[in-house]
């Protein structure tokens, strides 16, 4: 038996009140803040804001972080004031603290327009935002290798241990080929019938052992013929020579269609130097220097690490005080001369190379993958114990869900622009054959250039040696 509940709540006014609820909770409800003013410290920060100095203290700012306070002003219904970071803190501490001092120690000075990582040393200093404005990871900006000489580019077919045992090979061969030679020769001497005057045949057994280094240059001769694929005629009739040159023959086969099936795309295909992909390869590279920014995040770790990569990034960068810098104009101008690596958020580094392929018409830099790091997710900073940090963090929640900070920071940043050096498959299709040039074949005129030395040197040594023997022979006249 059922009993019907004469005080049930029908389920239209549930819905109706649990409506009425969503709509006047607090938690969706924003606050207004009446037009007031709020003042807000501004510094360069590319690629999302642009700061320049002007005379008489003026300046002129733009960007996302320009956009972002445009947005929640008229969210929350206040005003701003934008005022400049101070330039004798920003040499004192650098561009970062200079702005953490003015906000903790000016009273009118509210927020920063900028967003940043945080660390627990900012956290005790001031407060956050527990919505982020902006998440990126951490990549390395670096010049772009530059191609290898070409003055021994003749040689990159083969390994140098397989040049090693050619090498070795060639000397057994000519060793081989001249004491056969030589044997031969003695015997067939020794064997002919004395001449009745045995003071001349004494004569043609010594001078057959004099010229033991004519045999050794003409094996060496006849062995670099058949290496270089010009040929040569057979040295001497012995079967125990032929034997030898014919191993030699096939095995120099092997090698020269072998060598020359490479050595024409080792001419035409430029070769590229290693490129630096990550902070290993920064740490082992000699050509590329590091610069870091003592005031953001990841400059901090590497100069306070004690061990491990970021350790031995330390120890390169300390050396050289001029390349730990705290402004970021003195970054780009550093960064400019193609002689440093950068580690910063992708943002950044994206930017500055689209920036440079703008300024230059080619890639000059490249950005790397992602680094294995921690990505950084980026909140505003207010005063310590400043109740705006709660409030604003419901605005800046909005404005994420809105999609405006990824179509503003994109735009910003510019990769359209420079599409050429963010896609592999295009920079894999520049590397393809093109025609001989003249640098290509540096290592043939330096060879020809060597050996015609060599020959004038012996020329003179000759010729000298010539001299001095018509001379004696005049004297025993």
Same mark, same amino acid.
């Given at each position: ?26 938690? +969706? ?5 009446? @037009? ?21 203290? +003026? ?6 972080? &320009? ?15 934008? /005022?400049?970071? !101070? ?32 660390? &627990? ?67 067939? &001497? /020794? ?15 010594? +001078? ?20 270089? !694929? ?58 590329? @220097? ?20 970021? =350790?031995?990034?330390?120890? =390169?960068?300390?050396?050289?005080? !001029? ?58 900073? /207010? ?18 869900? +809105? ?70 022979? !005049?004297?025993?006249?």
């Amino acid at each position: 038996m059922q009993v019907k509940n004469a005080n049930r709540v029908p389920p239209i006014f549930v819905i109706i009140f649990t409506l009425f609820v969503s709509f006047t909770t607090p938690v +969706t409800s924003r606050t207004d803040f009446g @037009g007031v003013n709020l003042n807000f410290v501004v510094f360069h920060n590319p690629p999302f804001d642009f700061f320049k100095r002007g005379p008489n203290g +003026t300046f002129t700012f733009d960007g996302v972080g &320009l956009d972002v306070l445009g947005w929640m002003s008229t969210y929350f219904n206040f005003k701003f004031t934008l /005022v400049a970071v !101070n330039q004798t803190l920003v040499e004192k501490y650098g561009t970062h603290e200079a702005s953490f001092y003015q906000l903790i120690n000016d009273k009118e000075i509210d927020g920063i327009s900028c967003a940043f990582f945080l660390t &627990l040393d900012r956290i005790k200093r001031m407060d956050y935002t527990s919505s982020f404005v902006w998440v990126d990871g951490f990549s390395l900006v670096v010049p772009r290798p530059g191609e290898e000489s070409r003055l021994f580019a003749f040689t990159r077919p083969f390994q140098p241990t397989v040049w090693l045992w050619i090498f070795i090979a060639m000397i057994f061969m000519v060793s081989g080929m001249t004491l056969l030679t030589w044997h031969h020769n003695r015997c067939a &001497l /020794v064997n002919d019938k004395p001449d009745v005057n045995s003071e001349q045949h004494h004569k043609r057994i010594i +001078t057959n052992g004099q010229i033991m280094f004519n045999y050794f240059s003409s094996s060496m001769i006849y062995v670099v013929n058949t290496m270089t !694929n010009q040929g040569c005629k057979e040295a001497f009739s012995r079967h125990s020579f032929r034997i030898l040159v014919g191993c030699w023959l096939l095995g120099a086969m092997v090698l020269v269609n072998s060598y020359a099936g490479i050595v024409i795309s080792s001419l035409t295909v430029p070769k590229m130097k290693p490129p630096i992909e990550t902070l290993e390869d920064l740490a082992s590279s000699e050509d590329v @220097g590091l610069i870091i920014r003592h005031d953001v995040l990841m400059g901090e770790q590497i100069l306070k690490a004690t061990s491990g990569i970021y =350790k031995i990034l330390g120890d =390169k960068v300390r050396p050289h005080p !001029n390349q730990i810098l705290g402004d970021p104009f003195k970054v780009n101008a550093m960064l400019e001369t193609g002689k440093y690596a950068y580690p910063f958020v992708r943002a950044f580094n994206d930017w500055f190379v689209a920036l440079q392929y703008k300024k230059d018409g080619h890639c000059r830099f490249h950005s790397t993958k992602p680094l294995s790091v921690p990505h950084g997710y980026y909140s505003w900073l /207010v005063k310590k114990g400043n109740p705006n940090a709660r409030i604003l963090s419901k605005g800046l929640m909005n404005l994420w869900e +809105t999609g405006l900070v990824f179509f503003w920071g994109n735009r910003a940043i510019g990769v359209a622009r420079a599409a050429e050096c963010f896609d592999g498959k295009r920079q894999k299709s520049q590397a393809q054959q093109i025609s001989i040039r003249l640098a290509d074949l540096t290592s043939a005129f330096v060879i020809l250039g060597i050996g015609l030395g060599l020959a004038l040197l012996c020329f003179s040594l000759e010729h000298i040696k010539s001299i001095k023997k018509f001379d004696l022979l !005049n004297c025993k006249q």
